[in-house]
């Protein structure tokens, strides 16, 4: 079985501070792990995927994850926020064997203040 | 390259209206499926296709009818509306079937049903 459980239903930084979007998943198998962000009315973008290489992964606008196997965690990190950040996320899982049941998480809405 | 393309963008039904929401992508994508977005429930998989004149079922898919006569088209038909249909839906698609690839989402479809 598998499950992905964001931590957070909401976070919220001030500009320039950090960002955490905590993201733990469950899965039979070695999974792909996934993070999207989807800005107001839009459709959802792909920030950065794990597919069992490097275990810290760089996605675009400055965020990362690292997979952590021991926790089963996948948490986004950027070590500045910018006021552009502010949509919702998404950690999604996918198994490597088995199928094509890709798992969302309901979602981390960040909030940037000025 | 327009990437996936989602039409309508605003639909409202009467309750038993039957519609179909439409999406093409042009990448040659092999797999396409379709989501529905709820607040607080992530995405939730309806249909999906891994190549043409080959369809299953997701999580949710009563209600629901998907066709894919071509690599290019996968339309989402709607048989008799009902106002637990009102959400956002989301069409994706995905290079290959395996899990490597990310998704490459459509600007959705906000349905609601009266």
């Known amino acids: 079985a598998q499950s992905v459980t964001q931590l957070d239903s909401h976070v919220s930084v001030s500009e320039g501070t950090p960002v955490l979007l905590r993201c733990n998943y469950s899965?039979?198998?070695?999974?792909?792990l996934f993070w999207y962000v989807q800005h107001p009315n839009k459709g959802l973008q792909l920030l950065l995927k794990?597919?069992?290489?490097?275990?810290l992964v760089k996605g675009i606008n400055g965020f990362e994850a690292e997979f952590k196997k021991s926790e089963t965690s996948f948490h986004l990190t950027k070590p500045s926020a910018h006021m552009s950040d502010a949509a919702e996320y998404f950690c999604?899982?996918?198994?490597?064997?088995?199928?094509?049941?890709?798992?969302f998480g309901a979602g981390t809405r960040l909030f940037v203040k000025a | 390259n327009a990437g996936v393309t989602q039409t309508p963008k605003f639909q409202v039904l009467k309750t038993g209206q039957s519609m179909t929401l439409q999406c093409a992508q042009d990448m040659n994508h092999e797999y396409m499926s379709w989501y529905r977005q709820d607040p607080g429930m992530g995405l939730r998989l309806i249909h999906y296709?891994?190549?043409?004149?080959?369809?299953d079922q997701g999580e949710v898919p009563n209600g629901y009818n998907v066709s894919r006569s071509t690599t290019e088209d996968f339309p989402l038909r709607l048989l008799s509306a009902a106002p637990s249909q009102t959400s956002v839906y989301f069409c994706?698609?995905?290079?290959?079937?395996?899990?490597?690839?990310?998704?490459?989402f459509g600007s959705g479809t906000r349905l609601t049903v009266v």
């Open positions: 296709s891994v190549g043409a004149g080959i369809t």
């Open positions: 899965s039979s198998y070695s999974p792909s």
């Open positions: 994706a698609s995905s290079l290959r079937r395996t899990t490597n690839y990310g998704y490459t």
């Open positions: 794990y597919t069992s290489a490097a275990t």
């Open positions: 999604v899982v996918r198994p490597t064997t088995g199928g094509f049941k890709t798992i």
